[in-house]
């Protein structure tokens, strides 16, 4: 009685999927001797002769032949935000760039800051040479600090 139950130990696999790898520069008999299907010389018959991303052939290529536009700000580049909570969590009343520079709360080489509101209460703050948000000055100044710009 032969058993036909499929199991791990009697498992091949179909007869016409299964095909051997071509071996390259193994003779004329093999379809694929002597150059190995890379052809007669030039760039990409050479070991690592392959064209760099984006070359066409010398002519111009796209990234070169469309316009460039916009540009990157400096103003941008040295402006940074803080949120609110941050400047109440370090705890000192008065506030300026040096301090939040100290407190690696912002980059050295930061120029401008703007504080944005992410809390409801704030204590007593003075913030001298910040910008911040309308809804911050409202905030400070009705806990009885001020905002010096």
Known sequence: MKSNTLK????SPN??????????????GSGLGKTSGRGHKGLGSRSGGKVRAGFEGGQ????????????????RRLTQQVRLSSLVSIGQEEIDINLLKEKD???VNTNRVKVFKDTDSCSK??????????????????????VEE
């Open 15 to 28: 007869k016409e999927r299964v095909s051997k790898k071509k071996r390259k520069g193994r003779g004329p």
């Open 60 to 75: 111009m290529p796209l990234q070169k032949r469309v316009p460039k536009f916009g540009f990157f700000s400096r103003k």
């Open 105 to 107: 709360l912002i980059k």
């Open 125 to 146: 703050l003075i913030l001298k040479g910040i910008n911040v948000s309308a809804s911050v000055r409202d905030l400070i100044e009705g806990s009885g600090g001020k």
């Open 8 to 11: 791990l130990n009697n498992l």
